[in-house]
């Protein structure tokens, strides 16, 4: 298996657990638990900001001594938009599953203090859709750059069947900016049908990092450098989150040129 395709270690509890040490980087960190009605997952740390994303059910959300009640009102990624929690640096938090829970922990780093524990509804979350044709996805912004954080940029992509994503491929690992932002990021994918895959590729233009890698549902990719397209098959939508960090928090990336044609096709 690559290095950089991580299948859930279990069927319960914290079956996915990205560290920036795990993973050979600075900035980003990626858990995922399960959770059976009852059951607890929780966690803060000095210096790691978070974001909870609701990938499917509903839990009982306290961030230190603040009880944001239930939250959550899908049963999967692919059935609406998400609740979050955006969490400071520093704040315990706790998730009491009410039913079946999928959750998803985004960190980076962060000192605390500069933003407030906030409750991220579905209701406020900007949509969008990218490209068109065989070329089409859906996107959910949960924390974009212009909403409140230190260093997290998180959002949800739903690629329908047969589609490539994060394509043309485009890559953003150079400190160049206006031009281009230095940016680790982990995909988190599930496929609609379950029993389905999909494909994603991490490559350099020396062809240093070339790597292609099936996916299936549950997989999460890290990209430390490089572009990183993604292709569903036929008949199976790909729904991916992604979780961005690094130096500055801004989204600024690099198409590969060969390909920038399709842009203008």
């Given at each position: ?94 998730v009491t599953a009410e039913n079946d829970v999928t959750l998803a922990v985004c960190t980076a780093p962060g000192e ?154």
């Open positions: 298996m690559s290095k950089l395709k991580i299948h859930p270690t279990t069927d319960n509890g914290r079956i996915v657990h990205v560290t920036p040490e795990s993973a050979g980087w600075t900035h980003v960190g990626f858990d995922i638990w399960k959770l059976k009605p009852g059951e607890v997952a929780g966690g803060g740390e000095e210096g790691r900001e978070l974001c909870l994303v609701f990938i499917g059910g509903k839990g009982h959300v306290f961030v230190g001594a603040k009880d944001f009640g239930v939250l959550g009102e899908r049963n999967s990624p692919f059935e609406g938009k998400p609740w979050s929690v955006y969490i400071p640096a520093g704040e315990p938090w706790k605390g203090g500069k933003f407030p524990a906030r409750v991220i509804p579905p209701e406020g979350l900007h949509q969008e859709t990218r490209g068109k044709g065989s070329n089409t996805r859906h996107v959910t912004n949960i924390i974009p750059e212009w909403d409140p954080a230190e260093g997290l940029l998180v959002v949800e992509v739903i690629t329908p069947g047969g589609c490539t994503s994060s394509y043309p491929p485009h890559k953003h690992d150079q400190d160049n900016l206006p031009h281009e932002s230095l940016l680790e990021e982990t995909y988190y994918h599930r496929l609609n049908p379950p029993q389905g895959f999909a494909f994603q590729r991490v490559y350099t233009d020396d062809r240093s990092l070339d790597e292609a890698m099936a996916v299936e549902d549950g997989d999460v990719t890290l990209v430390p450098r490089g572009y990183h397209p993604c292709a569903t098959t036929h008949g199976y939508d790909l729904y991916y989150l992604n979780v961005m960090a690094g130096p500055k928090r801004t989204w600024k990336f690099h198409n590969a040129p060969e390909h920038a044609w399709l842009l203008k096709a």
